[in-house]
């Protein structure tokens, strides 16, 4: 029997796979073709699957029907939005390491599957209404390939031949709105083409293992059948896979955007998809009817394979013991203690101090003073869809409660929902163990708490914590401490009818009219409580899963009518008040009249302790808005038009003033920028902090030539009142340098480049 060249270290990875392909049969190859694949094993290829969830730490809850288990606990960061508003490589960079270890290890320890992750989202956010806002890394195409394509190098590690855990780009492209997601066509004029093309091309040079087509089709073609896929493999020199989309083939043909199943395949593999998030044993047939009818030729398939054959080389698959760099690599190698402080340090960078009239912030806490903190985000933590399950989750509420402790101060949590009676047809709710029951007892009746979010939607709480939830066969029952599921059941809408409530649920759908008794009123309460108090925070925002997700973008960007409330009661009550958003999505914030207002993503296991770093000055905010928010004046256009020009979106095309330009972040201290030279094809200037504390500053720069355009930025630690001088490489044009978009503090002249 001839030697298993696939295995075989003195042949390049390019020889071994073309080897393996070789001796393949059609019916084998064809197995291979879809994302979980069976085992070959006369030629030792092992059976598996491609792709995992990584958007912000390894996602290995197995709580999906593949892959029900035991949870396995991981390192969580923050959401990448917010990763990208730390504007830090380096940071970024040890992210990746720290996910990268913890996915080997969980994966050689078998403790999960997954080796090869489907993240980053490089997405370009031109529209903050996007329902998967969170998941991106904002609106230039710049900043987004330079923080995601850290994050890439961290993951994958520094061996020139094989990867530690392998990154996938999410979705190429021009995906940036889940209304009719299946079936819209993101319209792209050629001007903008490299707009959303630029963080693929960047990350791909950062060293991307796949990527992931869209759902949506461009210019009309669907994506996974788009002639692009091969455009940027031929742009970037890209010798990686090609998946599409979970589904991606049949939301294809259920929404017209293909006329049946051989074409739906049959145009996607000729195209460049490479695996498909299908059932295997449909794939595999597709794959020899279609060789049959004569749609494709045995070299596509032979192409495919090798692509995904490259990639499951590079993560160590066809190795003899000895030969994979990182085969070492056990769960005794997870440093959780550093992973815990790497992420503190992450949500501390993360947070963007957006307003500070009369200097609010930091707080000086005193001993013997009242914090309290307040609304929806006190002293919850919320999960993610692509979020894992954390080794801890850090409050608001937790991180001021330390603070407080070390200065003798006192801190009252509360969420300030109303507590109420529910009544349907004269009889009165409680709970027996998980079910809602009902009776004609007024004085057995629970009390419970509605939760106010956005857009309508409430979750009820019951007395012992669960949230009420519709269950399609067993009515009304209380499961869950918190809203989670691809279908959010906990959440409810009602609309006043009559004497009483008209109630949906999750779906819309009617449950019938029920009348509430308020017993307490959750804005009042506050109100009363903030008089006594020395400073109030007010935690604002949205859940990952309610208002928007996955499937549903926003409507617009307004806060919540009981965030809106809540924020009034309490500062008219505290003149120490501010408003903390706990938000993956631009918000109007015009519609308070905040003094103070500090801004971090979701998803970080040390969110609270990052967040009280920020408020109490252990730590000058130092974030940038990756993504502008706009005004209460500005008026969005249809979220499917990606004509971010003639729409006037994006710091890149905006011409009217904002309420918050990308780039924006303030800090507690204050820097002068001067003295810019060019020399030698070098830029540079000098930062001094002219306050009195310590601080990071983030610089950035902008050419000019071809519109606005960010093409270097920095994130440096400069002591009060110590100078920085900082240096990148020239290009032709005129720049400008600043602190953001619009703050701009010099200005160099046009060269010729």
Sequence with gaps: MARNKLFDEKLSPQERVAWAVSELTTEEKAGMLATAYPAVERLGIPAG????????????????????????????????????????????????????????????????????????????????????????????????????????????????????????????????????????????????????????????????????????????????????VKLLRDMTGFDG??????????????????????????????????????????????????????????????????????????????????????????????????????????????????????????????????????????????????????????????????????????????????????????????????????????????EFDIIRWNYGAVTVRCPDGRLLRHDDERGIVAELYEPFGWFVREVFYAQESGAGLKVYDWRRQELGDIRVETVQSGIRQARQLAATCDHVIVTAGSTPLIGAKEEIDRPDTTMSSFDRELFAACQAACKSTVLCLIANYPYNTDETDARAIITCASGNMELGRGIADALTGRVSPAGRLAQTWYGKDFKYPD?????????????????????????????????????????????????????????????QAYSLKGGRRLIAFGRQSIAAGESVRICFEAVSGELLIGASSEDIRLRIQPFIG
């Design 639 to 699: 979220i499917n038009d990606y004509d971010i020009k003639k729409n006037h979106m994006t710091y890149i095309y905006a011409d009217k003033p904002v309420l918050y330009p990308f780039g924006h972040g303030l800090s507690y201290t204050t820097f002068e920028y001067s003295d810019p030279e060019i020399k030698d094809g070098v830029v540079s200037f000098t930062i001094r902090n002219t306050g009195s504390r310590a601080s990071d500053e983030v610089w």
């Design 241 to 446: 896979h090609v998946v599409c989309d979970g589904g991606a083939m049949s939301v294809g043909i259920a929404s017209g955007l293909f006329k049946d199943e051989q074409e739906a395949f049959s145009g996607s593999l000729k195209a460049g998809i490479d695996a498909f998030t299908e059932e295997p044993g449909r794939i595999r047939e597709c794959a020899l009817k279609a060789l049959a009818d004569g749609l494709i030729e045995e070299a596509d398939i032979d192409r495919a394979v090798y692509n995904t054959l490259l990639c499951r080389l590079r993560l160590g698959e066809f190795c003899e013991k000895g030969a994979f760099p990182y085969e070492g690599i056990s769960v005794n190698d997870i440093d959780r203690k550093a992973n815990i402080r790497l992420a503190r340090e992450n949500a501390a960078k993360s947070v963007v101090l957006l307003k500070n009239e009369g200097g609010i912030l930091p707080l000086d806490i005193k001993a013997g003073e009242r914090i309290l903190i307040a609304g929806n985000h006190a002293d919850s933590w919320y999960t993610d869809w692509y979020g894992g399950t954390p080794y801890e989750k850090i409050t608001v509420s937790d991180g001021l409660r330390e603070t407080a402790k070390e200065k003798g101060a006192e801190v009252i949590t509360c969420d300030f929902a109303d507590k109420v009676r529910i009544v349907r047809d004269g009889l009165y709710a409680y709970m027996d163990g998980g079910a809602l029951k009902l009776t004609a007892e007024r004085g057995k009746a629970d």
């Design 49 to 228: 699957s491609v792709g995992g969830e990584a958007a912000h730490g390894v996602q290995a809850r197995h709580d999906q029907s593949f892959d029900y288990g035991t949870p396995v606990e991981t390192a969580s960061f923050t959401q990448p939005i917010g990763l990208a508003a730390t504007f830090d490589r380096e940071l970024m960079k040890r992210i990746g390491e720290a996910v990268g270890v913890e996915g080997r290890a969980l994966y050689n320890d078998g403790l999960h599957p997954c080796k090869s992750y489907w993240a980053p989202t490089v997405d370009m956010e031109r529209d903050g209404r996007w329902g998967r806002n969170e998941e991106g890394y904002g609106e230039d195409p710049y900043l987004a390939g330079e923080i995601a394509g850290s994050y890439i190098r961290g993951m994958r590690g520094e061996d020139a031949k094989y990867v530690r855990i392998g990154a996938t780009l999410k979705h190429f492209y021009a995906n940036n709105a889940e209304k009719n997601r299946g079936s819209a066509s993101s319209n792209i004029t050629p001007e903008l083409k490299n707009y959303y093309f630029g963080p693929f091309v960047s990350c791909i040079g950062h060293g991307a293992l796949g990527i992931m087509t869209a759902y949506n089709a461009v210019n009309g073609v669907p994506c996974m059948a788009s002639p692009d």
